[in-house]
């Protein structure tokens, strides 16, 4: 027999979790620096809670998106470290 | 398989843990980008793996399209996530975040 | 224009692989091929300028990446060395989340990479491997400023620092 689906709801329930730790750091952080990994960490665990949840569901259009979010997070990553370094 | 699919999200779980972990215990930017980059892209691929797994077990044209995707998903963050990291490095470094209790500095003396 | 080309081919098969099993043309359907190839050709003219790497006078053309030797070379380097030394960096970093034990420090290494490609990957492969996270790089010579969280020796080889990645990605990205 298969995975229940429970398991998965428990895993991205676990993804959440983490998020909200990460959350802290977001919050604490003394420098922007610091604030940019925190946001990085959440989008990473946002990615791969969005690809269990889709296994959870069912629906494949969740991947989707979360191939989209992986690609647009990493583009505003890249901004904020360029407007960190002085050059925007 | 069924055994594997939960192994391979216990393995993912615990690294994921420890990458969120590692942002509140490191003391500067540079070790937590260690932490948290390392360990969240490394619990990821295993969590994704998991669902791959799940859907080439399922068989089928959906859970075929299913572990597909999740195949490209996972490329987009194995190639994004260091260059995210390296792009975040090299700014705070610009920005003037000097790393805590570095024993050398080499990027210091080229300057 | 050989490049322009390439750029949409690569589009297409991306395209492809995402809307697979949606039809009855072998796993596509026709509205999905023609549509397909009409998207691709369209981010093939938006993206090629920097699709690939600009090609620099007395080497070989920058296409040279398409070789499908480079890329079951770079599989075998993603699931063999990669993965070994990834795992291992991973449970070292455990290892220093739970002792809290660490002797940063930031270190310089000469791989001696010559294109845009090797440099980035050897630099994304660092950051994902023992306790190293590559912080700057120096365009000119193609020097990389290492983050190491724990410092060993002040003024090391890149062997030291990151194993055989640099004979790696002098293999599949020259």
């Known amino acids: 027999m298969i995975v229940d689906p429970i398991t998965f709801f428990i895993v991205a329930a676990c993804f959440l979790l983490f998020a909200i730790f990460s959350m802290v750091r977001l919050g604490l952080g003394p420098t922007a620096g610091d604030r940019i990994v925190a946001l990085d960490t959440i989008n990473t665990l946002v990615v791969a809670g969005m690809v269990v949840l889709a296994a959870a569901y069912n629906e494949v259009i969740f991947v989707d998106i979360a191939i989209i979010y992986a690609l647009l997070s990493f583009v505003g990553t890249l901004y904020v470290a360029r407007y960190l370094e002085g050059g925007l | ?111 | 224009m050989l490049v322009f080309l390439a750029t949409s081919l690569v589009a297409y098969v991306l395209y492809l692989i995402l809307t697979m099993f949606t039809g009855s043309v072998g796993l596509w359907s026709t509205g999905e091929l023609i549509a397909g190839a009409v998207l691709s050709l369209i981010a093939g003219a938006i993206a090629y300028r920097v699709a690939f790497e600009k090609e620099r006078k007395g080497e070989k053309n920058s296409l040279r990446v398409l070789n499908p030797l480079r890329f079951i070379l770079f599989l075998g380097y993603l699931v063999g060395p990669f993965f070994i030394a990834m795992a291992r960096a991973n449970i070292d970093v455990a290892y220093r989340v739970i002792t809290g034990k660490i002797r940063p420090g930031i270190v310089k290494i000469s791989p001696n990479l010559k294109t845009d490609l090797g440099i980035t990957l050897l630099a994304n492969s660092i950051t994902l491997t023992p306790g190293t996270l590559s912080v700057d790089v120096d365009e000119e010579n193609g020097d990389l400023y290492v983050h190491w969280i724990n410092v060993k020796n002040p003024e090391p080889s890149p062997e030291e620092v990151c194993g055989s990645f640099p004979y790696w990605a002098r293999r599949i990205a020259e």
């Open chain 2, 1 to 111: 398989m069924n055994i594997l699919i939960y192994v391979l999200f216990g393995i993912g779980l615990t690294f994921n843990g420890l990458g969120s972990f590692a942002l509140l215990r490191f003391p500067d930017v540079y070790t937590r980008l260690h932490g948290a980059t390392k360990c969240t892209t490394f619990g990821s691929i295993f969590t994704t793996a998991a669902v791959i797994a799940y859907g080439f077990a399922r068989g089928g044209g959906a859970y075929h399209t299913l572990a597909i995707h999740a195949i490209i998903a996972l490329i987009a963050l194995l190639l994004t996530n260091p260059t995210g990291a390296h792009a975040i490095a090299r700014a705070a470094y610009r920005s003037g975040v000097k790393p805590k209790y570095a024993v050398v500095d080499k990027l210091e003396e080229k300057k």
